[in-house]
């Protein structure tokens, strides 16, 4: 009897908390891994330890946050290796992503490659009970060119309920491959936006699962729900992994060189 074959499983990696330059150095360790091809793709979640202020990677920090305010309450500013506006990372979940263009079909382009991470995310995020939806359209600037936060902007790959974000990704890709990374807002605490962000923020353009879900789901159970979105989405089955003592070495390197702390 002839057996089945079955393609080749992909990589999971669940983080837990990191410093904002460890997160930033192994999501681009992986995407090295990737583009190289020693890796499959990886599917990496995290989160941050400080809170800390990420820019996207054509920003310049005096333009978008209160650099005295972070300086004086140690909330690390870091440079992003993707695009996409200004975000603090306090009470959510990281989810990273990142693929040879060959590996999938979708992925050969930046627009189907979004589209299709963020159908992956809707699905787990709909099986946690949230009826999100992708928003389908774009009513602001680039990000380069802008003075608001991550949250108070519209990009049709958003995922939203009742119009609010509650996901916000950016992506970077070169010619073999692309790296995709995004946040999952759990909870927000309003006085620290208020303080870190110059323009102000409209919070009724951002939702979190709070808002939506009480209590809020544990982490390990997000995490299960949105594996389970990409696993349906790809037919892919997902291997955990954890990276080697090299790749951590090698992720503190590229983060100095790639992603220098800005305060």
Same mark, same amino acid.
């Given at each position: 009897m002839r057996e089945r074959s079955f393609p080749a499983p992909w990589y999971l990696v669940i983080?837990?908390?990191?410093?904002?330059?460890?997160?930033?150095?192994?999501?681009l360790v992986f995407w090295q891994n990737v583009r190289?091809?020693?890796?499959?793709?990886?599917?990496?979640f995290y989160s941050w330890q400080p809170p800390s202020v990420s820019l996207g990677y054509k920003q310049k920090a005096e333009r978008l946050i209160d650099v005295k305010f972070c300086?004086?309450?140690?909330?690390?500013?870091?440079?992003?290796?993707?695009?996409?506006s200004?975000?603090?990372?306090?009470?959510?979940?990281?989810?990273?992503?990142?693929?040879?263009?060959?590996?999938?079909?979708?992925?050969?382009?930046p627009v189907s490659s979004y589209l299709t991470i963020c159908q992956a995310l809707q699905r787990g995020l709909r099986k946690l009970g949230l009826s999100?939806? #992708?928003?389908? !359209?774009?009513?602001?600037?680039?990000?380069?060119?802008?003075?608001? $936060? /991550?949250?108070?902007?519209?990009?049709?790959?958003?995922?939203?309920?009742?119009g609010r974000k509650l996901v916000g990704s950016a992506q970077r890709r070169d010619k073999e491959s692309?790296?995709?990374?995004?946040?999952?807002?759990?909870a927000l605490r309003k006085n620290l936006w208020e303080k870190i962000f110059l323009e102000p923020v409209n919070f009724?353009?951002?939702?979190? #699962?709070?808002? !939506?879900?009480?209590?809020?789901?544990?982490?390990?159970?997000?995490? $299960? /729900?949105?594996?389970?979105?990409?696993?349906?989405?790809?037919?892919?089955?997902?291997?955990?992994?954890?990276?080697?003592?090299?790749?951590?070495?090698q992720a503190w390197h590229l983060a100095q060189t790639h992603c220098q702390p800005v305060i």
């Open positions: 983080s837990g908390q990191c410093s904002p330059w460890l997160n930033m150095g192994l999501d190289t091809g020693k890796s499959p793709p990886v599917l990496r300086h004086c309450y140690r909330i690390p500013v870091v440079q992003r290796p993707t695009g996409g200004a975000l603090f990372h306090d009470l959510e979940l990281t989810y990273s992503f990142t693929a040879r263009k060959d590996d999938y079909p979708a992925f050969s382009g999100v939806e #992708v928003r389908g !359209f774009s009513d602001t600037v680039e990000p380069s060119f802008t003075r608001q $936060s /991550c949250f108070n902007l519209s990009s049709r790959h958003d995922l939203v309920i009742f692309f790296l995709q990374h995004g946040s999952l807002l759990l009724e353009k951002v939702a979190t #699962v709070a808002d !939506f879900l009480s209590p809020c789901p544990e982490e390990k159970k997000i995490i $299960s /729900c949105l594996l389970a979105g990409f696993q349906e989405i790809f037919h892919r089955r997902f291997s955990p992994t954890e990276p080697a003592k090299e790749e951590i070495q």
